[in-house]
């Protein structure tokens, strides 16, 4: 079945740790991706897209991340995380080979421990 | 723009009582999606809309829940009666066809005791 795996369920860091949180997708055809946070008590709000060109995405929040076609990876990095990267991060990916809409992996809950 | 707007943000209700959950799209989008968000079973998609004709529900979890947009600006889910495992932060979404982006409301945080 089609799926999107997020393998971190929880995850906590110290200050300026570096993070990086997987997401593997099962999906073949044409792939957009995305990754999504939401803060405590607020809605999803997107943090960075790929559609096409360069696989290495710069978002906000000095986020980024890099779609790995051969390895149906999409995983989010930042190099050091602050205490209010604390939130739940979601990948997502939208497939032209499962009616282009929105599938959400399971999610990633990062405490930044100040 | 004001974004997607859910009404009401939270909800309190008995086990065998109608929920109505409400939102209003971004003007122009003509996708709009429900999403519901639990700890056991992550963010899943419970139904979508192309210009306000539904085209997927395989996500409904049961007959007790239904939708509807009888409007470009309007959509509501229904849960008739409702059951504890009901409760959960259900999200509406809009976008616009082409455009892949889902722009998310700010749910409605539903308990059923």
């Known amino acids: 079945a089609q799926s999107v795996s997020q393998h971190n369920h929880h995850v906590i860091l110290s200050e300026a740790a570096s993070l990086e949180l997987g997401c593997n997708y099962s999906?073949?055809?044409?792939?957009?991706l995305f990754w999504y946070v939401q803060y405590p008590g607020q809605h999803l709000q997107l943090l960075l897209k790929?559609?096409?060109?360069?696989?290495l995405v710069k978002g906000i929040k000095g986020f980024e991340a890099e779609f790995i076609k051969s390895k149906f990876s999409f995983n989010l990095r930042k190099p050091s995380v602050q205490w209010s990267d604390t939130a739940e991060y979601f990948c997502?990916?939208?497939?032209?080979?499962?009616?282009?809409?929105?599938?959400f992996g399971g999610g990633t809950r990062l405490m930044v421990k100040p | 723009d004001a974004g997607v707007i859910q009404s009401p943000r939270h909800e309190v209700t008995e086990m065998g009582q109608e929920v109505t959950l409400r939102c209003k799209p971004i003007?122009?989008?003509?996708?709009l999606f429900w999403y519901r968000q639990t700890m056991m079973r992550g963010l899943e998609l419970l139904i979508y809309?192309?210009?306000?004709?539904?085209?997927?529900d395989s996500g409904m979890p049961e007959d007790r829940f239904s939708a509807k947009m009888p409007n470009a600006s309007f959509s509501t889910l229904k849960i008739q009666p409702s059951e504890p495992r009901d409760s959960a932060v259900y999200f509406c979404?809009?976008?616009?066809?082409?455009?892949?982006?889902?722009?998310f409301g700010p749910g409605t945080r539903l308990t059923v005791l």
């Open positions: 979404a809009s976008s616009l066809s082409g455009d892949h982006l889902p722009n």
């Open positions: 999906y073949g055809g044409t792939v957009n």
């Open positions: 790929y559609f096409s060109g360069d696989p």
């Open positions: 997502a990916v939208i497939s032209n080979n499962a009616g282009n809409m929105l599938t």
């Open positions: 003007s122009g989008h003509d996708y």
């Open positions: 809309f192309n210009n306000n004709v539904p085209i997927d």
